[in-house]
């Protein structure tokens, strides 16, 4: 049986990469845990496994993202935080791109966080401090190469959107914050660059970073956080 103390953080995309990072880090940390992932049936449970729901969600599918709040919230009966974690990239350029490939982006990176807020919002409104955390990017923040162009596109989206959903919960004392990292050492890093894991920011540190927000109280809203593994002008 569910601890009902016990404060329940619903990841998406918590397979592998910065999701399963998160996921860990959490874990440690003494929340309960709802994981929506594509393939549930690949998931091999760990000793925690009471504190643990493993949910089909695929951002592709409008009304997942609901299934899996309802059962959430059947398994828990509360909700305190939404990492929206689970997103895709691309490596072409606005002009190269065509439509599809900018809607598939908003669909996954933009669409479907914010109908997974929606889905969660009366669960965060009665936590009385509903966290919201999304895994944006240094592409929401800066454009830095006609290659992450269209990728950047929707994640400033993405931050726009996050900074929408702190307004929109602010006086329920739901705070919201967006993680803007450079590469992490992650299967899409991999695929985009060529720079050693070692050199990239580990998934572990952003999973350190996002439970540090979650245990911040309402006075202590942060609403964008920039990391960087290499220097840059202004991040
Ligand atoms: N790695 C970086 O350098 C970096 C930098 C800045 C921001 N980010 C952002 O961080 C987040 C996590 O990325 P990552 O680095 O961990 O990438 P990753 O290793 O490629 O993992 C992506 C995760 O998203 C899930 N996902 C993709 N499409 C999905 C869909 N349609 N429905 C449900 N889940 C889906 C994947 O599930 P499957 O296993 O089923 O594919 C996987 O769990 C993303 O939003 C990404 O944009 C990454």
């Known amino acids: 049986?569910?601890?009902?103390s016990q404060?329940?953080?619903?990841i998406s995309g918590a397979n592998r990469g910065i999701g399963a990072a998160i996921a860990g880090h959490l874990s440690e940390?003494?929340?309960?845990?709802?994981?929506?992932?594509?393939?549930?049936?690949?998931?091999?449970?760990?000793?925690?496994?009471?504190?643990?729901?493993v949910h089909g969600f695929d951002a592709r599918q409008p009304g997942s993202e609901e299934k899996w709040v309802q059962a959430t919230a059947e398994k828990f009966g509360r909700i305190d935080a939404v990492i929206a974690n689970a997103g895709i990239a691309s490596g072409r350029t606005v002009i190269e791109a065509e439509d599809g490939e900018l809607d598939d982006l908003f669909q996954v990176?933009?669409?479907?966080?914010?109908?997974?807020?929606?889905?969660?919002?009366?669960?965060?409104?009665?936590?009385?401090?509903?966290?919201?955390?999304?895994?944006?990017s240094l592409s929401g923040l800066r454009v830095k190469s006609a290659k992450s162009g269209l990728y950047a596109t929707s994640k400033f989206a993405a931050l726009a959107m996050t900074h929408a959903i702190r307004h929109a919960g602010w006086d329920d004392g739901i705070r919201a914050t967006a993680i803007c990292p450079g590469f992490v050492a992650t299967d899409m890093?991999?695929?985009?660059?060529?720079?050693?894991?070692?050199?990239?920011?580990?998934?572990?540190?952003?999973?350190?970073?996002?439970?540090?927000?979650?245990?911040l109280p309402n006075t202590a809203s942060v609403t964008e956080i920039p990391i960087n593994s290499v220097l840059e002008e202004m991040l």
């Open 109 to 136: 990176n933009v669409r479907s966080p914010l109908r997974l807020v929606r889905s969660a919002w009366p669960w965060l409104v009665r936590a009385g401090t509903g966290r919201v955390v999304t895994i944006v």
């Open 189 to 215: 890093a991999f695929a985009l660059s060529a720079r050693a894991p070692e050199e990239m920011t580990q998934p572990a540190d952003v999973a350190r970073l996002v439970a540090t927000v979650l245990d």
């Open 7 to 10: 404060r329940v953080a619903m």
């Open 1 to 4: 049986m569910p601890d009902p």
């Open 29 to 53: 940390q003494g929340w309960a845990l709802s994981l929506g992932v594509r393939n549930p049936a690949a998931w091999r449970p760990g000793p925690d496994a009471a504190d643990v729901l």
